[in-house]
């Protein structure tokens, strides 16, 4: 079955950096468009970025310059650079598919910025 299980997070400071991993399975990985999710606390699950199957990414403004997705069909992994954190970013992050029906949702991974 379709599963995503997150992995990376923690606690930073305030211009800190962490790296997320989400691991896929039960999807044909290299031909899926994935997404970077995340909810704050009291918020709305947000599309933060994606990274296309042939490599192309966006990101919503508020990361952009700071993060950065990437993929390694070898692994079936998809990856969450993220530089300059602000306590703003604060929430747990996600994976999934994008632009088609999601598949279920892991557990996350918590990111806390603060100081």
């Known amino acids: 079955q379709v599963q995503f299980v997150e992995s990376g997070g923690g606690l930073v400071q305030p211009g800190g950096s962490l790296r997320l991993s989400c691991a896929a399975s039960g999807i044909i990985f290299s031909i899926s468009a994935m997404g970077w999710y995340r909810q704050a606390p009291g918020k709305q699950r947000e599309l933060v970025g994606f990274i296309s199957n042939g490599g192309n990414t966006n990101y919503i403004d508020s990361v952009k310059g700071r993060f950065t997705i990437s993929r390694d069909n070898a692994k079936n992994t998809v990856y969450l650079q993220m530089n300059s954190l602000k306590p703003a970013d604060t929430a747990v992050y996600y994976c999934?598919?994008?632009?088609?029906?999601?598949?279920?949702w892991g557990q996350g991974t918590q990111v806390t910025v603060s100081s």
């Open positions: 999934n598919k994008v632009f088609t029906v999601p598949g279920p």
